[in-house]
C-alpha cells in the first residue's frame, strides 16, 4: 500500500502550459506539504497545509497554487510554465505540524518544461 | 546563503568501508532529520535527533547531533551497495515548523 502516491510520475510540457500534479496520502494524516527539488538537487518547502488551511507560503511565485479538496489531498496547479519550473516535485504529509511530525514523502514527480 | 551545509557533497566507496558524512549550520539547530534517497524515488526517513549529544542508531547507520546543537554526523559502517544514494539533512532553523534541506551527499558504493 502506498502511503504518499503523486502523479503523474513523469510530465513533460511546453512552456507557457497550465499543468497539475496531485498528491494523495492514506496515512490518516492532517498535513501535508509540497517541496521542490532543483537540478542540483536543493529540496525547499514550497507549502503547508494543515486541515485543508494554508500554514506555510514560501516566496513561490503566484502561478503556483496548491489546493486541498480534504485532508488525504493536495494538488498543485501551475500556470504558465517557466522553464525554470522544471524540477522534481516532491509531495509530504505528518500527522501535525511541528518538527516532532515525521514527514512522509511521495516518490516525486519529475516535471520538464520545454 | 546555505544554511544547512552538508560535506562531502559526493563520496564514493569500496564497499565494506566506513563512511561519515557532516551536516553544519551557523545557527543552533531545534532538531534535524536525516533522511536517504534512492536515485530516482522519494525521501526515506532515517532518523530524527533533537538533544545536544544524542546519538541514533539504525542498523549499520549511527547519526549524533553535537552538543551545541550546530553540527550532526551520520555514520555508516562496513558500507553496502545499498546504502548508495543521496543524504539529506533537514533542520528546523527558526522554529517556524518549516524544515530547511541541506544540498545532500551523493554517496557511490563500488563493488
Known amino acids: 500500500d502506498t502511503a504518499v502516491s503523486q502523479t503523474p510520475k513523469y510530465l513533460v510540457t511546453q512552456m507557457g502550459n497550465d499543468k497539475s500534479i496531485k498528491c494523495e496520502q492514506n496515512l490518516g494524516h492532517d498535513t501535508m506539504y509540497w517541496y521542490k527539488q532543483d537540478s542540483k538537487k536543493f529540496l525547499k518547502i514550497m507549502f503547508s497545509y494543515n486541515n485543508k488551511e494554508l500554514i506555510i507560503n514560501e516566496t513561490v511565485p503566484n502561478r503556483f497554487s496548491p489546493k486541498s479538496p480534504d485532508k488525504a489531498h493536495l494538488n498543485l496547479h501551475i500556470n504558465s510554465l517557466e522553464l525554470g519550473d522544471s524540477a522534481v516535485y516532491f509531495c509530504?504529509?505528518?500527522?501535525?505540524?511541528?518538527?516532532?511530525?515525521?514527514?512522509?514523502f511521495g516518490p516525486g514527480t519529475r516535471l520538464t518544461v520545454l | 546563503s546555505q544554511e544547512l551545509e552538508q560535506s562531502p557533497q559526493s563520496l564514493i566507496v569500496q564497499e565494506g568501508k566506513n563512511l561519515t558524512i557532516n551536516c553544519t549550520s551557523s545557527k543552533t539547530l531545534y532538531g534535524l532529520y536525516w533522511y536517504k534517497q534512492k536515485y530516482g524515488e522519494g525521501l526515506i526517513f532515517l532518523m530524527m535527533l533533537q538533544k545536544g549529544g544524542e546519538e541514533k542508531s539504525h542498523e549499520k547507520i549511527t547519526a549524533k547531533l553535537d552538543e551545541k546543537k550546530q553540527q550532526s554526523s551520520l555514520h555508516i559502517t562496513a558500507s553496502q551497495p545499498s546504502h548508495a544514494g543521496i543524504y539529506l539533512c533537514?533542520?528546523?532553523?527558526?522554529?517556524?515548523?518549516?524544515?530547511?534541506f541541506g544540498k545532500g551527499t551523493r554517496l557511490h558504493i563500488l563493488p
Open positions: 533537514g533542520a528546523d532553523m527558526n522554529r517556524d515548523d518549516k524544515i530547511i
Open positions: 509530504a504529509s505528518s500527522q501535525g505540524t511541528g518538527f516532532l511530525n515525521e514527514q512522509f
